[in-house]
């Protein structure tokens, strides 16, 4: 018979423990994979090599999240589709839906406007340095319906999405014909901000805005200088601001 043992035993205590959930997390993968392990009478790199991709399940790791569920905890979320989608495992939405009031951030700064009219409502993180700001008008694109709803009759020209699904798999049909984009969550390296590079798209992630309602005239501060890896691994604090505009009486 194998050993039970997996090498990452050995490794357990030589980084501080991560945060509770991960570390809950990880104790019950890993209680899976050794009874898998044992149950399969293999080695360890013939398991890895060999087996686990069919006696390691999908069942295997729907338990995982099971028991994390019936321990009470429920999932923090980064797009309110999970939400809609899976109520049952993700923490309750208490922002606001597609019906233009838009994003409240608690630490979203906000100003008095100054001379050109721009009032301060929020940052974010540059994914690429251009060379001007940009000005649209705010829509707000946040569940499967309203992407239907843009694709059957059209994005408006000049608008600046303001999102929440940073993997960018939401709004991937109509991203390219967006002005800007300014994404609650994230980091300049998630999918969103690959694809918005791509199509030289200005893009704020991990961004704090209030006060923005649907059709809004805004301005992205895309000629701030762009956030890097290092600037995260680090604690830089690097942002680019996000205006309400006023419109002219």
Request: glycine share 10%.
């Amino acid at each position: 018979m194998s050993s039970d043992k997996l090498p990452i035993d050995d490794v357990l205590h030589a980084v501080p423990p991560a945060t509770p959930l991960v570390e809950a997390v990880l104790d019950l993968v890993r209680e899976r994979v050794r009874a898998r392990l044992h149950e399969s009478g293999m080695g360890w790199d013939e398991f890895v090599f060999s087996g686990s991709d069919r006696l390691v399940t999908r069942e295997d790791v729907e338990s995982v999240e099971a028991r994390i569920l019936d321990s009470g905890h429920r999932f923090d979320w980064s797009a309110r589709v999970s939400v809609t989608e899976r109520p049952d495992a993700h923490k309750s939405d208490g922002t606001a839906t597609d019906d233009g009031a838009g994003f409240a951030h608690p630490d979203a700064p906000s100003a008095a406007p100054d001379e050109h009219g721009r009032a301060l409502r929020g940052v974010g993180d540059n994914v690429v340095r251009h060379e001007g700001d940009v000005t649209g008008h705010a829509l707000y694109v946040r569940s499967n319906e309203r992407v239907m709803e843009l694709l059957a009759n059209g994005v408006p020209q000049g608008a600046i999405a303001i999102i929440d699904d940073s993997g960018g798999t939401l709004t991937a049909p109509i991203i390219d014909q967006f002005a800007g984009v300014v994404c609650a969550g994230g980091s300049v390296r998630s999918h969103l901000g690959i694809l918005t590079r791509e199509y030289n798209i200005p893009c704020l992630m991990n961004a704090k805005v209030a006060g923005i309602r649907e059709g809004d005239r805004i301005a992205i501060e895309a000629s701030a200088a762009a956030k890097t890896t290092e600037d995260y691994q680090q604690g830089v604090e690097r942002v680019a601001r996000v205006w309400l505009i006023a419109e002219e009486a």
